[in-house]
């Protein structure tokens, strides 16, 4: 047993209000299937890609779009104990899922391994990374915490308020540190392209909005609200241009 999440999956928290829009633009995106919905309400459903393990899921919830992790592993109430251990603390529960918040805020879930997953990359765009936005005060602290929970060494790059978490066949964790002095961390996720001018204008006919375009990302909204990035790197490999 591990007291370390062995698979990471990202929640596209989306209002439920538009959440059927949602589910059709991030589909058409990622060119994965929607699951069958379960849940009390028919809330949750699992985006299936056509090789690999499923690691992207919605859920629809009654507030404004977010980002939320499930962490996976072999032994739940250890690895519980352990995020305790580095600064999280208790959220709530969902049937038998504990729910906690890292030290800077970000909501994450507990949930058990099944089998030996991976991620599967073929050369094309993919959603590949969860990214961290961490406001300046709790920089060093999230740092810590989700390098020492997820057992992934830091790594820095070129651009120094970026920090990496990577593991090969697992989704990346990329902490950003924000200009805010203070407020609670949260999060979005980021697809790799190899042409982000083409992905742009695409995403941009299937209902997304650009919000600013950078040196090595394009920041955009999806419909439903959630920000997301489509940043220059590489499908094959997720290694970054620059950052």
């Known amino acids: 047993m591990s007291a370390r999440p062995g698979w990471i999956q990202v929640f596209l928290d989306t209002p439920a209000d538009t959440y059927e829009e949602a589910v059709a633009f991030w589909s058409a995106v990622t060119g994965w299937t929607p699951s069958e919905r379960r849940g009390e309400d028919g809330q949750f459903l699992t985006l299936l890609?056509?090789?690999?393990?499923?690691?992207?899921?919605?859920?629809?919830?009654?507030g404004p779009a977010g980002v939320h992790l499930d962490l996976d592993s072999t032994d739940r109430p250890a690895t519980v104990a352990r995020a305790r251990d580095l600064g999280a603390t208790a959220a709530w529960s969902y049937h038998d899922v504990e729910v906690e918040r890292?030290?800077?805020?970000?909501?994450?879930?507990?949930?058990?391994?099944?089998?030996?997953?991976?991620?599967?990359?073929?050369?094309?765009?993919?959603?590949d990374q969860v990214c961290l936005d961490v406001p300046a005060v709790h920089w060093e602290s999230e740092v810590a915490f989700w390098s020492d929970l997820t057992g992934r060494d830091p790594q820095v790059g070129s651009l120094p308020h970026f920090v990496r978490l990577v593991e090969d066949g697992r989704v990346r964790i990329l902490l950003q540190r924000l200009d805010e002095p203070d407020g609670p961390v949260r999060a979005h996720p980021d697809l790799a392209t190899a042409d982000r001018e083409a992905d742009t204008a695409r995403h941009v006919g299937l209902g997304a909005e650009v919000v600013s375009v950078n040196a090595f990302w394009t920041v955009l909204?999806?419909?439903?609200?959630?920000?997301?990035?489509?940043?220059?790197?590489?499908?094959?490999?997720?290694?970054?241009?620059g950052v």
């Open 49 to 62: 890609p056509p090789a690999g393990a499923a690691y992207v899921k919605l859920q629809a919830v009654d």
């Open 102 to 127: 890292s030290p800077g805020g970000l909501v994450f879930c507990h949930t058990l391994l099944d089998g030996e997953p991976t991620l599967v990359r073929d050369g094309t765009t993919v959603l």
């Open 221 to 241: 909204t999806a419909p439903g609200g959630q920000v997301y990035c489509l940043t220059d790197r590489d499908p094959a490999t997720g290694r970054a241009t």
